[in-house]
């Protein structure tokens, strides 16, 4: 096995190896449906990653939030893509818009404990190979209606820490 390579300009490092499964072609394709989609893509040894800028960023929510965001996100039909990232804890990136404007929302996911993929940080593509096997759409960008705005992603963080929350004082 290859020393793994670690994308840089991330919040948090997402370590990769070299693909082994993910052909030329099935790259190519995916690579051209990103293009077709604006979104800017750079091809990596083990992958493509997506280039975030102001029109389209990325958050990362982990462990127990990631049901009840998904959860609070389809209840209020504000689900747009996300990707999940293969590990021992559960992760989801949620592909958003609108962060210059929602500088309270960053704030707010970033003390929830959220990454915020934004500013030029690479986001891993499905088929991206990870350490931990290969990136994959939990939502793929053909099935969702939009790309939801910042604040969507915020709203259903702060719901499912409230939950949290109003769970453990009815454990007491």
């Known amino acids: 096995m290859q ?3 670690i994308y840089r300009g991330m919040e948090k490092t997402v ?3 070299f693909p082994t ?3 030329a072609a099935e ?3 995916a690579a051209q449906d990103y293009n077709q989609r604006g979104w800017t893509v750079a091809e990596t040894a083990n992958g493509l990653s997506l280039i975030t800028d102001d029109d389209l960023s990325g958050i990362e929510v982990t462990g127990e ?4 965001v ?3 996100l389809r209840a209020n039909n504000l689900s747009g893509p996300v990707i999940e ?3 021992a804890e559960r992760r989801e990136i949620h592909l958003v818009t609108g962060v210059r404007k929602a500088a309270m929302a960053l704030q707010a996911l970033r003390e929830a404990g959220a990454t915020v993929y934004s500013d030029g940080a690479g986001i891993p593509l499905p088929p991206t190979q990870l350490s931990a096997g290969s990136a994959h759409w939990g939502i793929a960008p053909a099935e969702a209606r939009w790309v939801p705005p910042v604040v969507a992603i915020a709203a259903a963080v702060r719901a499912a820490r409230a939950s949290r929350r109003a769970k453990l004082t009815i454990a007491c």
């Open 65 to 68: 939030l990631v049901g009840e």
């Open 15 to 17: 370590r990769t190896t």
């Open 85 to 87: 990232i293969p590990g």
């Open 3 to 5: 020393d793994p390579e």
């Open 70 to 72: 998904r959860r609070f």
């Open 21 to 23: 499964s993910v052909s």
């Open 27 to 29: 790259m190519t394709a």
